[in-house]
T-cell receptor
């Protein structure tokens, strides 16, 4: 089955900094999503992005399907951005996540 | 429009008992997915259902686990004869079609 790898596994930022999270997948996908799991465990969908670029406020994502990777950009990070960010391919395979800690 | 609902939020069972987890999808969503998350790990796909049909159960353990999504009512994930290794958070998600999924708050199962 398809393999999904995320990097980095952990990221610590100072409030206001920018970051880029990466998701590599081993095969072609027609469904690629990014989620944020907050410290209380709730999973919130961020982007459905099988290809192309999308932006939502301080967050944006780009998927280059031909090269089998997706990037999540967080600009001007806030403490509320803390949590774990997952990418998911084909709704079946989740990466191990990137744990983001934003310090005030 | 209410979000995906799961109940109970917390469930404690003794080894050998049965656990029933319920998931009500968002209104208008006919696709339901179940996932299991162990502490400090990612989500593992278990099963994908549509109304009255199991579409993909490739992630379901072969024994003790079953799922259904009846014509009326919520989707049910049933675990028979629970063991300590079943302790985890179980999430369901719903979607309208091949699109964004929306997750419920999860059920935290603890097996004593």
């Amino acid at each position: 089955g398809i393999q999904v790898e995320q990097s980095p596994p952990d990221l610590i930022l100072q409030e206001g900094a920018n970051s880029t999270l990466r998701c590599n997948f081993s095969d072609s996908v027609n469904n690629l999503q990014w989620f944020h799991q907050n410290p209380w465990g709730q999973l919130i969908n961020l982007f459905y992005i099988p290809s192309g670029t999308k932006q939502n406020g301080r967050l944006s994502a780009t998927t280059v399907a031909t090269e089998r990777y997706s990037l999540l950009y967080i600009s001007s990070s806030q403490t509320t951005d803390s949590g774990v960010y997952f990418c998911a391919a084909q709704k079946k395979r989740f990466g191990a996540g990137t744990r983001l800690t934003v310090k005030p | 429009n209410a979000g995906v609902m799961q109940n109970p939020r917390h469930l404690v069972r003794r080894r050998g008992q049965e656990a029933r987890l319920r998931c009500s999808p968002m209104k208008g969503h006919s696709h339901v997915y179940w996932y299991r998350q162990l502490p400090e790990e990612g989500l593992k796909f278990m099963v994908y259902l549509q109304k009255e049909n199991i579409i993909d159960e490739s992630g379901m353990p072969k024994e003790r686990f079953s799922a259904e999504f009846p014509k009326e009512g919520p989707s049910i994930l049933r675990i028979q004869q629970v063991v300590r290794g079943d302790s985890a958070a179980y999430f369901c998600a719903s979607s309208p079609l091949e699109d964004t999924q929306y997750f419920g708050p999860g059920t935290r199962l603890t097996v004593l």
